[in-house]
DNA sequence: CAGCCCGTTTACAACGTTGGAACAACGTTG
DNA sequence: CAACGTTGTTCCAACGTTGTAAACGGGCTG
């Protein structure tokens, strides 16, 4: 091992205490002492074994970041400022992957305990609101992104219901009126598609639009791509793609997913949609444009995430930009808070978003050529 | 605290040591006290403290991987693999950012030493061989993505060199002559740029076909987008855009990236672009299209890293596909050798790759509608 | 039945750190 | 100059775990 304390302690010529005290800025330690012990630590380059330090204190200065899937850019992204927000504190962040998987959820719930995290900030997809509630466990939890209402834990995101209401109403302002709903799930129990189908709703209730929907099973592109594909067809067929590997190549043909159901009128071609999120709307983007159509003058198209890619597509992409940062450092204090001991009753805190309109629902001013 | 080793002793009426083995597994334990220990423990929900164990053990089932950032697609994606490489292994990750930034490399390198850490997988962008072999630190590393020619630790890529060759020669392949590549860098000591350049100059010398290149400063989508544009309009004005804060909007006219320097007759459009990741390649195919040319009729359109975005883009993008899993696991595989203490000299071992051709050099049999 | 072996269990120490009590040195006060 | 407070330093114990060595006890051998 590295040196210690009491490598230090015996070159310096005092007690390992006094070492301790010098390192932890304690006050009341006299400058010729201090400067002595300095030197020595210098002299061997000393660094306090955490392991030890946190045994002693209970605390690891490590917290846990669970979510889906770390290669969903949206995640990617939030993970970034996570991990940035976290360094504030000078936590460190180990990632975890649940893909989804209930299973997964419930094994990261339950693994917290294990006293190498102080601290999670989870982001569920299929753990319910009871499995949630019926922990024992009373390490420090924060919800991330989804909304389990009156639930036992910390819960940041961003108002979902009004942000697909307000795209949807963006939507209905450009004139369209065959307006899809793209990204609702059969499964999912606490995930936020139900909200932002709400807020669709919502919107199109308001304005005595039909509503149609498009389910998927998962928010990858291949999902986007199959569901959009079936919207175009009229059908329920031709979808599936859940398995992204290969790309474009093998969505289609096989799997399940993709249910598409109008209130009114179903099998003419919407006239713009709103997917669920970003990486949806991308595969219903491409599956919109190879079968020669064109967006957004065939069809708008909106998302929701504001990834990068979005900004960079062509046409670029129209969407909700949740303010990333924000619910980040959101995330960060309210764990903060937690572990610090200073009980609340579990909070509901929002973070901001904006509404980014871009060419797939408004072309530049001259339509080509830059 | 939790419940220790001591509380499940106490009501299983046995030493300490008895409860240790039992949950250890080890062999020497009377079937009889072994399930008097199993129930104790099952009551009291007993959790080991990694805390504890760490220390006695100087391990702590904690390996670091740094990384330039998470939310560029390719690293999202390999974080992916290394993690899931890692979990194979009981250890857990954390993610350290290091926005390519020495001095953050330098910390990274150094903070390692604090005994939180088992392990480093680092992949350096500004940091030098030197520097590297100066490290006084004997933490296990295990470079990635980089090359840096008998450098001190181990380290794992694909063969970049040979992976740009054949994709220039794709590209000549097509019957393209006037080929540029977009992502040379002056700053970087030790990225892969060099070797990608080297393996494009190759295929163009072997070809006797002249060279054009286009410098960035990063590897985002707005520096293939400001390089393009500098390409197309002829200058190496309109560069810039290492800010990728709002997308295109606000790339153009700012900063300083973007050199384009021909070998010979440098001003007439290229008719195939080879860029050095697919964020670049992205960024410059939104500069194509914007710009109201074709791709790939008018620019045939290369990229490197499969990142899932090109599988959706339109076109799709051609692309060289590293064998990510792969790399994860080499590096997970050698992290563990060096600190299980086997110690060899250092090694330079490869990952495969395979060559994605896709629409944006050959367009589909039926040029459009599916 | 002494001696021994072997399987099982335990006591002890140690990993490196820090909180708290104890203690020493020193200057101040009455 | 005794009592006292302050400041600086040390000693001890403890965090929870596991390696080592030793103790225990039962069955077998000689």
Redesign the pocket.
């Known amino acids: 091992?590295?040196?210690?304390?009491?490598?230090?302690?015996v070159l310096a010529?005092?007690?390992?205490?006094?070492?301790?005290?010098v390192?932890?800025g304690?006050?009341?330690?006299?400058?010729?002492?201090?400067a002595k012990v300095e030197e020595a630590l210098a002299r061997l380059d000393?660094?306090?074994?955490?392991?030890?330090?946190n045994?002693?204190?209970?605390r690891t200065g490590v917290i846990a970041l669970a979510l889906p899937e770390l290669d969903a850019p949206y995640f990617a992204e939030l993970s970034r400022f996570v991990i940035d927000a976290a360094a504030e504190q000078r936590w460190l962040v180990v990632i975890e992957q649940t893909d989804g998987r209930l299973e997964r959820e419930r094994q990261i719930l339950d693994g917290v305990r294990d006293?190498r995290v102080d601290g999670l900030i989870f982001s569920p997809i299929a753990i319910g609101a009871d499995e949630l509630a019926a922990r024992t466990d009373d390490t420090a939890l924060v919800l991330l992104g989804e909304r389990i209402h009156d639930g036992p834990a910390d819960h940041v995101a961003i108002d979902n219901v009004r942000a697909a209401r307000d795209i949807t109403e963006h939507l209905i302002g450009l004139g369209r009126t065959r307006i899809a709903a793209l990204g609702a799930q059969d499964s999912s129990i606490s995930g936020t598609a139900p909200l932002r189908l709400a807020g669709y709703r919502q919107a199109m209730a308001a304005h005595g639009l039909p509503e149609i929907v498009a389910t998927v099973e998962r928010y990858h592109r291949a999902d986007g791509f199959a569901a959009m594909t079936a919207l175009l067809t009229g059908g329920t067929g031709d979808a599936g793609g859940t398995e992204d590997a290969g790309g474009i190549e093998d969505a289609g043909g096989i799997g399940d997913a993709g249910g598409v159901g109008g209130t009114g009128g179903a099998g003419e071609r919407p006239d713009a949609v709103f997917c669920f999120n970003d990486l949806l709307a991308l595969g219903a983007m491409r599956a919109i444009l190879s079968s020669g159509l064109r967006v957004p003058e065939d069809i708008a198209l909106a998302g929701l995430d504001d990834i990068e890619d979005g900004r960079y597509s062509t046409p670029t992409l129209t969407t909700v930009a949740p303010d990333k940062s924000q619910l980040a450092h959101i995330a960060v204090d309210l764990l903060k808070q937690r572990i610090d001991g200073r009980a609340h009753a579990p909070r509901e805190l929002r973070a901001g978003y904006r509404l980014m309109v871009r060419e797939s629902t408004v072309p530049p001013p001259a339509a080509s050529g830059r």
């Not at 000393?46 to 330090?53: E, F, I, K, M």
Request: proline share 5%; charged share 15%; hydrophobic share 35%.
């Open positions: 091992m590295g040196t210690s304390l009491r490598d230090v302690a010529g005092v007690s390992v205490k006094t070492v301790s005290n390192v932890n304690y006050a009341h330690v006299s400058p010729a002492t201090r000393y660094r306090p074994n955490l392991s030890a330090r045994l002693r204190q209970g006293h």
